[in-house]
């Protein structure tokens, strides 16, 4: 097993996810959104190895470009909150949607062939080395987020940037899916 493949692979699919995490990251423990992330990258990597290839014959990638309304939807949604007064709503719950909305085209198209050749025992050899990356990664990601440039860019821009940050990502989504091109040829 290749594990700067896995290394490369982890960082390509999740680079837009780290931006969105510097918000998350300011509205949630990072215990919590640790946990969220973490639910979502195994999640995705056991879909991948388990499904991956059914999914490749059955379902077109441009059907998961459909995913890209989520984020669209959740920058829409009014949720300037307190998140003190918001104990209904799971910070771990909203981490896992979050990464499952943003990141499931990508990671299901990259990870497929990456995982698709490994044994049961090197797969659970990546799900480790990937989960402790994920940790890793949210906590430098948090140390950024106390940066005072970017803790005042966060307090006076970051729910706008937050919302811009999510329609664009939806949209990429869209594009990068084959979905606007699929639905453009059906026209």
């Known amino acids: 097993m290749n594990y700067w493949l896995l290394f490369l692979t982890f960082i390509a699919v999740n680079l837009d ?20 992330y973490l ?8 879909v991948s190895f388990l499904v991956g290839k059914a999914l ?19 920058a829409l949604h009014d949720n300037d909150e307190d998140p003190a007064e918001n104990s209904h709503r799971s910070p771990i719950l909203a981490t896992l949607v979050t990464y499952l909305a943003v ?5 299901l198209s990259i990870f497929l062939p990456v995982l698709t050749g490994l044994s049961y025992h090197r797969f659970v050899s990546a799900v480790l080395f990937v989960g402790g ?4 990664v949210a906590f430098l990601i ?3 987020g106390e940066l005072p440039v970017v803790k005042r860019v ?4 970051g729910e706008i940037l937050m919302k811009v940050i999510y329609i664009g990502v939806g949209l990429y989504v869209f594009y990068d899916s084959g979905l606007i091109s699929h639905l453009l040829n059906l026209i």
């Open 133 to 136: 990356l994920s940790v890793i």
């Open 103 to 107: 990141c499931s085209g990508c990671n």
């Open 39 to 46: 639910i979502g990258v195994v999640f995705l990597m056991m």
């Open 56 to 74: 490749s014959l059955f379902l077109p990638e441009w059907v998961l470009g459909i995913l890209g309304i989520l984020p669209i939807y959740m």
């Open 17 to 36: 996810f780290f931006i969105i995490m510097l918000f998350l990251l300011r509205r949630y423990r990072v215990t919590d959104v640790v946990i969220g």
């Open 154 to 157: 966060l307090t006076n821009y």
């Open 142 to 144: 948090k140390a950024l």
